[in-house]
């Protein structure tokens, strides 16, 4: 299989995945337990934290990478990680530009991209370390300990965030 093709799994997915997410908050908003933007935003990170499970399961599968691994566990990674970024891109995108105000909505829409690059960056360079492991589900179980820190931070913050939005947002 051509390694290009893995450039079109993650669009698949998110044109696939799309209508069941909206789907599901739909339904969520029907029984008034939809989740606020905030927590969506925590349910999205806490979702990416379980893709990298996926990863620390193909380490075990093919013994550590000694055997050859099938592409189907990337390709669930990616199933995963889009469940969660549907979750978390498009809400993050409409809180910045909700709450930014009207003459620095660009300046901290832009803010939102360089926090997105930052984590990207961040993943590069613990994929940099990949060598430094014996066991190669280290780097997958830190990069889900990241994610799941930052989930639980958004948790915690939940209250406050509330507050804030219950206030410019009337």
């Known amino acids: 299989m051509s390694t290009e093709l893995f450039q079109s799994v993650n ?3 998110v ?8 789907g599901f908050f739909a339904w969520m908003r029907r029984k008034n337990k939809e989740p606020s ?3 969506k935003i925590s349910i999205g990170l ?9 990863m620390v ?14 592409a189907m566990w ?4 990616y199933g995963v990680i889009t469940v969660g970024e549907l979750c978390l891109s498009p809400m993050g995108l409409s809180l910045v530009s909700k709450l930014s105000p009207a003459r620095l909505t660009a300046l901290m829409m832009g803010g939102w991209f360089l926090s997105t690059s930052i984590g990207n960056k961040l993943s590069g360079i613990l994929s940099g370390l990949f060598t430094l492991f014996e066991h190669k ?7 889900f300990g990241g994610a799941l820190v930052a989930a639980l931070l958004i948790v915690l913050m939940l209250p406050r965030l509330r ?3 219950n206030k410019y947002l009337k």
Not at 46 to 54: E, K, Q, Y
Not at 57 to 70: P, Q
Request: proline share 4%; charged share 5%.
């Open 163 to 165: 507050r804030v939005m």
């Open 137 to 143: 589900s280290a780097v997958f179980l830190i990069n």
């Open 46 to 54: 806490g979702i990416t934290a379980l893709s990298t499970l996926v």
């Open 74 to 77: 990337l390709i669930g990674t």
């Open 57 to 70: 399961a193909a380490t075990f599968v093919t013994h550590n990478g000694a055997d050859k691994g099938s």
């Open 15 to 22: 044109v696939f995945l799309t209508p069941f997410v909206v």
């Open 11 to 13: 669009a698949f997915f």
């Open 37 to 39: 933007t905030p927590a």
